[in-house]
């Protein structure tokens, strides 16, 4: 995509996005895009997919930063009825390990797998009540939240460690 000239369309790239954290706005590309057709541009509420690789995820897009597609590295799922099934929801049931091991049967390819978009649209879902899901949702959402305080805990824990390792080695004196 780098070799696309600059321009008002964001375009959506593996490198921009993590299933974490969702998409970096602010490192997408800008281009203009060469189609004549108008494009499909993405909307809140999408959910973007990985189609290729070990570990294909799902995120629901909850903003989007302008005119925005993704590369072909990505199916677009809109939810058709949101009264029946929550994005987020979706997003969270494709991320789960079932799904994942669907998908890892499924794949196609030797070197690089692949997700076929029939694989994607035959996935075997479970659709509670919005209520029951959008409760799962906040629950996945609050243990990603304590993953992410962890992990700052535990990075600042060895900051200080190595501060102290630090400090000692250059409080050394030599042996006379």
């Known amino acids: 995509m780098d070799e696309l000239a600059s321009g008002d369309v964001a375009i959506v790239q593996m490198r921009n996005v993590d299933a974490d954290?969702?998409?970096?706005?602010?490192e997408v590309q800008r281009i203009a895009l060469p189609s004549k057709r108008p494009p499909a541009l993405l909307?809140?509420?999408?959910?973007?997919?990985?189609?290729?690789g070990t570990r294909n995820f799902a995120l629901a897009l909850d903003t989007v930063e302008g005119r925005a597609v993704c590369s072909p590295h990505f199916f677009v799922i809109r939810?058709?009825?949101?009264?029946?099934?929550a994005p987020p929801?979706?997003?969270w049931q494709i991320n789960q390990r079932t799904?994942?091991?669907y998908f890892q049967r499924e794949a196609t390819g030797s070197h690089i797998l692949n997700i076929r978009r029939e694989v994607i649209e035959n996935l075997p879902l479970a659709i509670p009540p919005l209520a029951t899901q959008r409760a799962i949702v906040a629950l996945a959402?609050?243990?990603r939240a304590e993953r992410a305080a962890l992990t700052k805990l535990i990075e600042n824990r060895n900051q200080q460690i190595e501060a102290i390792a630090l400090g000692l080695h250059h409080s050394e004196r030599p042996h006379a």
């Open 79 to 85: 939810v058709l009825d949101a009264n029946r099934i």
């Open 141 to 143: 959402d609050a243990a």
């Open 43 to 52: 909307a809140v509420g999408d959910i973007i997919f990985t189609t290729r």
């Open 89 to 91: 929801f979706l997003a």
């Open 21 to 26: 954290n969702g998409v970096n706005w602010s």
């Open 99 to 101: 799904s994942q091991e």
